[in-house]
């Protein structure tokens, strides 16, 4: 198959891409958050094509992706007034939230569950698209499976050259980390996946809010989770990740005293000129955790090397946004975490 690169701002992109997805064919989208590979959300066929061109389990749901807020009532059910708040402050953007499905939803989209997770994605093009294609786009990030997510198109054609129909070329994404996921299916707001929108924006708007402990921990391969994907090494590089915490000069120390040839180190912008001879690799300034979203999945390639020993990586500490990057760089290093003012 040859892979259609199509410009975003071409006027006729839209709709030759809607026409694609009405044909049952898989478009990789541009979002504000990560590529997706999109394909109509309720043609069973075209939702198995996802599953393939990823090689993804087939017990992990996809996100169900609407042009509009209102649309979620024609998928989801027993909609919760939260919802609708939740929609109000945050959509277009980078939330998806888990409500009860209607039966229009294809099993297969939402991998049997009786839930359905949805998201208005803030990429005007892309919500051109869905409107022109008539059906939600289901669209989990554009990455093989198990590997770090797609934030550029051309880490999608790196991944799917020859496999898909077509990529929309949106230029870079601007958050860089996936959407956050919030479950609203049970009495009490439930967070699945940390992302742009952060927990305290939620608490404002929820008053309330439960982390999920596939949040924090590794989960079990066998284990049943209200967050399926959660439980996968996601975000990985093909060598060990561990991560360096601690101050910036104790971390180098640490760094320094362990490195062996082979080895690299991920590290802040603030802290390369520390790591001479480590072949230091920055994604973004400490002082501005938003760009360390953004450069995360782009660096996790760069470093998605057999070749590579061992990673040590510097995680920004505290709340907001930085929640989103600990999270993912945790499960890139599948929880090894050393304290380098404990240990040296
Ligand atoms: O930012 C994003 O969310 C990107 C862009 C393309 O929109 N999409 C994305 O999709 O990250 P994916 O498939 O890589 O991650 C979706 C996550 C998975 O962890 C999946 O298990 C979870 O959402 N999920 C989907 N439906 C669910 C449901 N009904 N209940 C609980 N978790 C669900
Ligand atoms: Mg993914």
Same mark, same amino acid.
Request: glycine letters at 8%; one cysteine or more.
């Given at each position: ?24 064919? /898989? ?8 590529? #997706? ?7 069973? !066929? ?12 087939? &017990? ?10 209102? =649309? ?20 277009? #953007? ?30 005007? *093009? ?5 409107? /022109?294609?008539? *059906? ?19 880490? +999608? ?8 129909? @077509? ?9 860089? /980390?996936?959407?956050?996921?919030? &479950?609203?299916?049970? !009495? ?21 809010? *439960? ?13 049943? +989770? ?11 590089? =093909?060598?060990? *990740?561990?991560?360096?915490? #601690? ?21 802040? &912008? ?21 760009? /360390?979203? @953004? ?42 975490? +050393?304290?380098?003012?404990?240990? @040296?």
């Amino acid at each position: 198959m040859n892979t259609l690169f199509l410009q975003a701002n071409a006027a006729d992109t839209p709709q030759i891409a809607a026409e694609i997805i009405q044909n049952g064919g /898989l478009v990789a989208i541009p979002t504000e958050t990560v590529y #997706g590979l999109g394909a109509d959300g309720l043609n069973p !066929d075209a939702v198995a094509k996802i599953f393939q061109a990823k090689g993804r389990p087939q &017990d992990n749901p996809l996100i169900l992706h609407v042009a509009q807020a209102d =649309q979620i009532q024609l998928f989801c059910r027993d909609i919760p007034e939260a919802a609708y708040r939740l929609a109000e402050a945050f959509w277009p #953007g980078p939330l998806t939230m888990v409500l009860p499905a209607r039966d229009s939803v294809p099993l297969s989209t939402r991998a049997g569950l009786p839930s359905v997770a949805v998201r208005c994605p803030d990429n005007a *093009v892309t919500r051109e698209i869905i409107r /022109l294609a008539g *059906v939600p786009l289901a669209a989990p990030s554009a990455n093989i499976s198990g590997k770090p997510s797609t934030t550029t198109a051309e880490h +999608v054609l790196h991944d799917h050259d020859g496999n898909i129909d @077509a990529i929309v070329d949106g230029g870079p994404c601007r958050v860089g /980390l996936e959407s956050t996921i919030v &479950d609203l299916t049970e !009495d009490r707001p439930r967070l699945l996946r940390p992302g742009g929108i952060t927990p305290e924006q939620l608490l404002e708007v929820l008053g309330d809010l *439960v982390v999920d402990k596939a949040v924090t921990a590794q989960i079990d391969q066998d284990a049943v +989770v209200k967050a399926p994907g959660m439980k996968y090494r996601h975000y990985a590089p =093909q060598c060990q *990740v561990l991560i360096v915490s #601690g101050s910036r000069e104790k971390a180098a120390a640490y760094i320094r005293s362990h490195f062996a040839p082979g080895d690299r180190v991920l590290c802040f &912008d603030e802290e390369i000129s520390l790591y001479d001879g480590c072949d230091p690799l920055s994604y973004g300034s400490e002082a501005d955790v938003a760009t /360390l979203c @953004a450069g995360l999945f782009s660096a996790l390639r760069v470093l998605d090397d057999p070749s590579i020993g061992t990673v040590y990586a510097r995680c920004p500490v505290g709340g907001g946004v930085a929640y989103a990057v600990q999270n993912r760089l945790k499960k890139a290093a599948a929880f090894h975490i +050393v304290d380098a003012e404990v240990e @040296a």
